[in-house]
């Protein structure tokens, strides 16, 4: 069976790793803080003390990075490239910008390495499960040879070619935000009118507004437990390269830009960076001069 | 089995007639164009002349029409309230403001007639399929009697007293429209990427952005069919509906208030009040002067 090096074990990549493992997958893992893969080592990894070592010897190398410059700086800035065999190909599962990715696939194409950009979508909850919408840009042949090992973690679809993950992404990213802001809405006209959350949301089951959004972040919202999940800084830096990609494009997206406005007041303003994004619930009741727990 | 009198069969009303039929229950069906009730008459309704011969006799009165103004004219002004005997239930499916549904429940309830609010989500398709999310409002014994009923509809759930399934359908309806929005936006950023629509709604199935809109509205979008489903003009009402209670309440909606908006200018000025509200779409098109079918 194919080698897996794993760089990048944080809140998602640790579960994304073990079920590589519970599928029987070889796997040697790198982590930045090594204390965070020891857990890893113990259900079976070898750890590898540097990058460099965890990619020697593999066939397939998966990144799960806080972003694009962390994927490059760990590749070419440190010399992991370098030490992959031709032939190698990185699975790189960061949400990273769509340029970026074409940038990373197109210098490593020229060492003979293949590359799909293959972010994810399904919070630490769908890593846990192998349960993650895996959205995958590249050559179909890298593809079919990933597919395996995407499997593992998730439901991939090759959407497009090079970039075309890390796009749908960001699309995917857009309706995540701006749902965030339609629960919150939801979920404060229904408190304030003293009807009951819980009931709400299980009467929406199955019909137009059901969402994972609405049960998971709408209970945080109930609850007031913003432990993450998907932090409020990472929605952040997402909205901002939605509105980036969007310039490059020429269109406006206005309801991004209305989120991006008030995520960045969430984590800039009031200091949430480190919440679940589903937090901005607590955005919407400060704009209405509410107290949280309101 | 009790004799149930249904009162507007139009886009949703008629195959939410049609599923009572099937489930045995004994229906007469009225509806204020004539022809509309037809088909159910095949199906085995007995077709009403006035729709104070419809509720004459029956123990349980379902209505379904555009606003609370024709609810209040129907069950008060052309003295249907007044041809029902006492114990009767009212089950209004209409979507109506939550002040008006309170107001008919008790006047009703002067006369010893019950009535729960019970406002529906999940489109002509959710009608169709007999699953629909129905919000309901009232007195918990009403509820017990009205279940087998709703039952053969969709999912009923009980979410608090008079009002509260109005309300719940107003905050439905308040993320139904932002969604929309979000996949408005998603798929003219991944469109305008030259990647396909489709396959990005496949990969992100399952995922934090998956919902029915993303699917069915997604679908429209991409297709540019925005024959009817929800009106666009319907959800202006609710949208203003909505902005109506949150004032209030007195709290502000900002993504709500931003939505209404849009599909005022899109009902208004576009005048496209009588396509899907999905059509929103149109009017992202339209802000960013690019023609329909871009």
Excluded: Y
Excluded at 31 to 39: E, G, I, S
Excluded at 75 to 102: H, K, N, Q, W, Y
Excluded at 123 to 146: H, K, Q, S, Y
């Amino acid at each position: 069976m194919t080698k897996i090096a794993f760089l990048g074990t944080g809140l998602m990549g640790e579960p994304m790793a073990r079920n590589l493992l519970k599928a029987g997958f070889g796997l040697t893992v790198w982590n930045r803080t090594q204390d965070k893969a020891l857990p890893l080592g113990a259900a079976g990894a070898r750890i590898a003390p540097a990058p460099q070592d965890a990619v020697r010897g593999a066939g397939i190398v998966v990144t799960m990075l806080s972003d694009g410059e962390a994927v490059s700086d760990l590749l070419f800035g440190r010399g992991c490239a370098a030490a992959m065999a031709a032939g190698t190909l990185v699975i790189d599962m960061s949400s990273i910008r769509p340029r970026e990715a074409r940038d990373h696939a197109g210098r490593l194409a020229a060492a003979g390495i293949g590359h799909l950009d293959a972010p994810v979508s399904g919070g630490t909850r769908g890593a846990e499960a192998a349960d993650l919408a895996i959205m995958v840009g590249g050559d179909p042949a890298d593809f079919a040879r990933a597919e395996p090992v995407l499997r593992a973690m998730g439901r991939p679809v090759l959407v497009g070619p090079a970039g075309a993950g890390q796009l749908s992404k960001l699309a995917n990213q857009a309706i995540v935000a701006i749902t965030i802001g339609a629960v919150a809405e939801a979920t404060l006209l229904v408190r304030r009118a003293g009807a009951d959350p819980r009931l709400f949301r299980q009467a929406l089951e199955g019909g137009f507004a059901d969402s994972i959004i609405l049960r998971q972040h709408g209970e945080r919202m109930e609850t007031g437990d913003f432990a993450p999940g998907g932090r409020a800084s990472i929605q952040l830096k997402d909205l901002d390269n939605i509105l980036d990609e969007a310039r490059a494009l020429g269109i406006a997206l206005p309801l991004v830009s209305a989120l991006r406005d008030r995520f960045h007041r969430l984590v800039h303003d009031m200091g949430h960076g480190e919440l679940d994004h589903a937090a901005l619930f607590l955005e919407l009741l400060d704009r209405n001069g509410l107290p949280a727990g309101t």
